[in-house]
């Protein structure tokens, strides 16, 4: 999903519309909730992630604090042989009263529920 240069990221999409994140090569966030959203007849895709993290130290002049980073994620759908792939930009919103946002970066995702379904019953 996203990094200085790039990480890996499993995330699931459930069919409630609800984000899971699971293992990451990145920092791992203390609380973690998003939503998607795909229109199979535009093959549009959007996505939104909070993660939030820990900070400080106990005893200092900080101490201890949690911010959160809100991750938009907008792409197209396609396929990747027999596989569905979502490619596109990430983007930080700026001001929420506006709208305004600014693109960051860029994300891929891969579905691979049949190669862990695969590596699941072979195991």
């Known amino acids: 999903m996203e990094g200085q240069h790039s ?13 899971t994140i699971e293992k990451t090569e990145g920092p791992t966030p203390s609380d973690s909730h998003g939503s998607w959203y795909a229109d199979g007849d535009t093959q549009r ?4 992630v909070v993660k939030t993290f820990g900070g400080g130290r106990e005893g ?11 991750r938009e994620f907008v792409g197209e759908i396609s396929k990747v042989g027999d596989n ?8 930080v919103v700026i001001d929420e009263d506006s709208g305004m946002d600014a693109e960051v970066g860029y994300f891929s995702l891969i579905d691979t529920t049949n190669e862990m379904d695969w ?4 195991a």
């Not at 590596?119 to 072979?122: E, I, K, L, M, Q």
Request: with cysteine; aromatic share 8%; hydrophobic share 40%.
């Open 84 to 91: 569905l792939a979502v490619s596109g930009s990430v983007r």
């Open 7 to 19: 990480c890996l990221t499993e995330l699931i999409l459930h069919d409630s519309g609800d984000v």
């Open 60 to 70: 200092t002049d900080l101490g201890t604090f949690e911010y959160s980073v809100k």
């Open 119 to 122: 590596v699941a019953n072979t």
């Open 45 to 48: 895709f959007a996505m939104s």
